[in-house]
T-cell receptor
């Protein structure tokens, strides 16, 4: 079946530090992969996505590359800011096995000045 | 354009009462999803609609939970005989065509508190 395993948090970093949040997946088909972000007091919003192997999604300085060989979609940012403090969710959807989206458990990031 | 809206934003109810939560998806989106997010937890899938039909009800936690969608638009999630463990934020999302490369757009959620 389909599932997403995400690095557990919480993660605390100093401003300008490098961020990696690991995400691996299991899928029987050819899924699309997503990172969603939930800022404090706000709803979930799409951060970036990749729809096929070797695609790189990017937005707001964040990047993630769809790696089929390692079934991974790790989120990275070279220099985090206080405003990046949020909860990050990795997700996949796979048309070939139904129309459900599968979400990871979320990783809470706090960036301190 | 208008995003996904949900009402009410907050609902406090007594144990044993029924509640209805409403979701207005983005116009033209054929797929609609309900999730539950408990404090500090991830998203728990509840039900998915394609048009007015619900091909996947696998996530509904008990027969006290039901949902419908009318006119391929508005959806209502009903919880009967609420229990304290039902307290959570209920999120609705819509997507243009469902799974695949189409992202989900989330509403702000309804925070349900059962006392």
């Amino acid at each position: 079946g389909n599932s997403v395993t995400q690095m557990e948090g919480p993660v605390t970093l100093s401003e300008e530090a490098f961020l990696t949040i690991n995400c691996t997946y299991t899928a029987t088909g050819y899924p699309s992969l997503f990172w969603y972000v939930q800022y404090p007091g706000e709803g979930l919003q799409l951060l970036l996505k990749a729809t096929k192997a070797d695609d790189k999604g990017s937005n707001k300085g964040f990047e993630a590359t769809y790696r089929k060989e390692t079934t991974s979609f790790h989120l990275e940012k070279g220099s985090v800011q206080v405003s990046d403090s949020a909860v990050y969710f990795c997700a996949l959807s796979d048309q070939d096995t139904g129309n459900q989206f599968y979400f990871g458990t979320g990783t809470s990031l706090t960036v301190i000045p | 354009g208008a995003g996904v809206s949900q009402s009410p934003s907050n609902k406090v109810t007594e144990k044993g009462k029924d509640v209805e939560l409403r979701c207005d998806p983005i116009s033209g989106h054929t797929a609609l999803y309900w999730y539950r997010q408990s404090l500090g937890q991830g998203l728990e899938f509840l039900i998915y609609f394609q048009g007015n039909s619900a091909p996947d009800k696998s996530g509904l936690p008990s027969d006290r939970f039901s949902a419908e969608r009318t006119g391929g638009s508005v959806s209502t999630l009903t919880i009967q005989r609420t229990q304290q463990e039902d307290s959570a934020v209920y999120l609705c999302a819509s997507s243009l065509y469902g799974a695949g490369p189409y992202e989900q757009y989330f509403g702000p959620g309804t925070r349900l508190t059962v006392t």
